[in-house]
């Protein structure tokens, strides 16, 4: 593994007039502001968190604030939250959805589409779309194997709210 570091930032706009739990637990996340721990004591917070999975045109997934690997997650609701609906769609590159291990399993977990995905719909809530920071994405996608293993450890630096 060799290290690079990615300097910017993805913005993305949150539809939280169609999914606001979603949305409000992926902004608590963010901020690092909810008064909810983890079982292990830990803040919840995307801050240093790693995209634990990137499929080059596909999706790279992280948020796993439990175990950093993928196998665990944790949400402001508890341990999961029911899916609030499907009426947004998988149809373009930058869509930012909940990641999941079924029906009504959403946690921390989270994932960005490479391209439209339209298999991931019906299946994976979508709260949320890029609308800047393409040029970053694109890096992160290089950065992916065919496995999902990442070629490198990528995480997030800072996280929070913008009113751009």
Known sequence: MFAEKLEGQ????????????????F???????????TPKG????YK?????????????????????????????????FNDENFQLKHTEPGMLSMANLGPNTNSSQFFITFRACPSLDGKHTVFGKMISGESILQKIESMGTASGKPRVKISIGS????NE
């Open 10 to 25: 993805i913005v993305f706009e949150l539809n939280a007039s169609i999914v606001p739990k979603t949305c409000e637990n």
């Open 27 to 37: 902004l608590q996340l963010c901020q690092g502001i909810s008064q909810v721990l």
């Open 42 to 45: 830990k803040i919840l917070s």
């Open 48 to 80: 240093g968190n790693k995209f634990h999975r990137i499929v080059p045109g596909f999706v790279c997934q992280g948020g796993d604030i439990m175990n950093l690997n993928g196998k665990g997650g944790w949400s402001i609701y508890g341990a999961t």
């Open 159 to 162: 996280c929070g709210i913008t």
